[in-house]
Antibody, heavy 123, light 113 residues
Framework: EVQLVESGGGLVKPGGSLRLSCAAS????????MSWVRQAPGKGLEWVGR??????????DYAAPVKGRFTISRDDSKNTLYLQMNSLKTEDTATYYC??????????????WGQGTLVTVSS | DIVMTQTPLSSPVTLGQPASISCRSS???????????LSWLQQRPGQPPRLLIY???NRFSGVPDRFSGSGAGTDFTLKISRVEAEDVGVYYC??????????FGQGTKLDIK
């Protein structure tokens, strides 16, 4: 069974930093492309960024609102995905979901989701 | 960026009756490889989203066959043949043809009359 468990959320002041983690199990994490998707309270879904598997280059891409402030990384030895968030703004307040992203040969979509972790940016 | 527009934004339905949600993209979602990467996701109250449909009409693992997807180019539809109580929630369309970014519709709230 695929499991994605996010942690690291909390309350942080504007301009501060936070690192989210996502522990993965039930699938071959090394081969997986992973994404972060966020949802502001009462709002819709917004893609944050993605990281390819190392065999596919391990490169990252980001949405415009977070580019230059957020960094996605992965530790395949620990089956863990990370989201380093710097220079946080009040508009970054959201539940952050860790997701798998399957390639074109399969769904090319967000197949599995974690339960999410809430990040609140407020003074 | 491709803009995804869903209608209606809210849909009260009667249990056992059909429901339909539309999604329109600002550009064609046909990829250069010939596929159309349009998905539908369901988010029940208090739950994370869940993939229902991918590549327009393919049901994901475990999704009941009362859910179906159709469409082409820029116009797509999610249909529920007979709504059940567990179908209450918000439904999102999502495109993964043009990247970055992946983009979602605003969401359609489905509730019971």
């Amino acid at each position: 069974e695929v499991q994605l468990v996010e942690s690291g959320g909390g309350l942080v002041k504007p301009g501060g930093s936070l690192r989210l983690s996502c522990a993965a199990s039930g699938f071959t994490f090394t081969n997986a492309w992973m994404s972060w998707v966020r949802q502001a309270p009462g709002k819709g879904l917004e893609w944050v960024g993605r990281i390819k598997s190392k065999t596919d280059g391990g490169t990252t891409d980001y949405a415009a609102p977070v580019k230059g402030r957020f960094t996605i990384s992965r530790d395949d030895s620990k089956n863990t995905l990370y989201l380093q968030m710097n220079s946080l703004k009040t508009e970054d307040t959201a539940t952050y979901y860790c997701t798998t992203f399957a390639g074109r040969a399969t769904t090319r979509s967000f197949d599995y989701w974690g339960q999410g972790t809430l990040v609140t940016v407020s003074s | 960026d491709i803009v995804m527009t869903q209608t209606p934004l809210s849909s009260p339905v009667t249990l056992g009756q059909p429901a339909s949600i539309s999604c329109r993209s600002s550009q064609s979602l046909v990829h250069s490889d010939g596929n159309t990467y349009l998905s539908w996701l369901q988010q029940r109250p208090g739950q994370p989203p869940r993939l229902l449909i991918y590549k327009i009409s393919n049901r994901f693992s475990g999704v009941p066959d009362r859910f179906s997807g159709s469409g082409a180019g820029t116009d797509f539809t999610l249909k529920i043949s007979r709504v059940e109580a567990e179908d209450v929630g918000v439904y999102y369309c999502m495109q993964a043809t043009q990247f970055p970014p992946y983009t979602f519709g605003q969401g359609t709230k489905l509730d019971i009359k």
